[in-house]
DNA sequence: AAATACAGCAACCGCAATCGA
DNA sequence: GTCGATTGCGGTTGCTGTATT
């Protein structure tokens, strides 16, 4: 039994594509437009699945792709999404015009991840490259926050199919994956597509993932002010609330802030991983590791 | 020069989301 | 509302070119 494959095997070119190959794909794209992938091979003559030919078309034959190196700003763009969004490519992808979520995914596997590697190795050159979870040291800053309006930018991703971090069964969410890098096939979730399997837990309220811009004033114990701009990811899972944005903004390190955002006041003890779970409906509230405080 | 190791990347695979009858 | 078909996404594989021994 199992799943019937997507497209007939036998018979059918797997591989590099050849020149012909492209040639023949692109032609017939550029007059019939995308889509219906399935029976495009045999309309356009090509021996290949429909789904190779979407791939081929969206990674390497588009006119809009940029091609060439990543540059030292895609670069650090990649490095400020991924710390928000974790392993969400497509999402990355769409902040880089002409970049693909292949592209990007390789260029993360082969250069990036090893960067951050060896860079956090050498910060800390004893200890693990996992971030360590905990009460604040003695270097944290405190520092007296004021959140601005929010922004929200239009986002395409809040129309497509991410997923956003599973809900356990009190609804409070699961950690967010560490660094999003391994899926074990071998200890998989009943399959959402829940037709197939009950379409949607419908006990999990999630939300699509907003991409806000904020603008931040802080007033350090220096009495320093500091403005930043970053960007969060905000998730609402019920009445728990994620929210994450790039360590780097605060130079990695530990703060207690007050906050004021749209006139309610709070507090909150962040780590440098920095992200955190709230809840919205109790005092006490914390983080996946319940070290988060805040009202 | 040959063998081996490694890095980069194109392509494949399976799962989940979405579409549409 | 249900269910099969289709599309999209992210993890993984494996080929190819380059560096090292």
């Known amino acids: 039994m199992g799943r019937t494959p997507c497209c007939e095997k036998e018979g059918l070119r797997r591989g590099r594509w050849t020149a012909e190959e492209d040639d023949k794909l692109k032609k017939y794209i550029e007059a019939n437009g995308e889509g219906s992938w399935r029976s495009l091979p045999k309309n356009a003559g090509l021996l290949r699945c429909g789904k190779s030919c979407r791939l081929r078309w969206i990674n390497y034959l588009r006119t809009d792709l940029k091609r060439g190196n990543i540059t030292p700003q895609e670069d650090e763009t990649i490095l400020k999404l991924h710390t928000t969004l ?48 905990g009460r ?35 609804n409070k969410p699961k950690e967010q994956e560490e660094h999003a890098t391994t899926s074990s096939s071998s200890e998989k979730e ?66 207690n802030w007050d906050w004021e955002s749209d006139g309610v006041l709070g507090q909150n003890v962040q780590e440098p991983s920095s992200w955190f779970w709230a809840n919205n409906n109790d005092d006490n509230n914390t983080n996946g590791e319940g070290e988060e405080e805040c009202r």
């Open 190 to 255: 009943p399959n959402r597509n829940d037709h197939n399997n009950k379409k949607n837990n419908n006990n999990s309220t999630t939300k699509d993932p907003k991409i806000e811009e904020e603008h931040w004033e802080f007033t350090t114990d220096d009495g320093e002010k500091v403005e930043n701009e970053v960007i969060s990811t905000i998730i609402e899972s019920g009445e728990w609330f994620y929210s994450s944005w790039p360590s780097s903004n605060f130079n990695n390190e530990w703060m």
């Open 86 to 133: 974790g392993n969400r490519w497509s999402i990355i992808a769409g902040h880089l015009p002409g970049r693909t979520d292949n592209e990007i995914k390789n260029y993360w596997n082969s250069h990036l991840s090893k960067k951050i590697y060896s860079d956090t190795k050498k910060d800390s050159p004893q200890e693990s490259t996992i971030p360590k979870r």
């Open 136 to 170: 604040p040291n003695n270097k944290q800053q405190t520092i007296i926050a004021k959140k601005n309006k929010k922004k929200t930018i239009p986002n395409e991703e809040s129309c497509q199919s991410n997923s956003i971090p599973e809900t356990t069964t009190n």
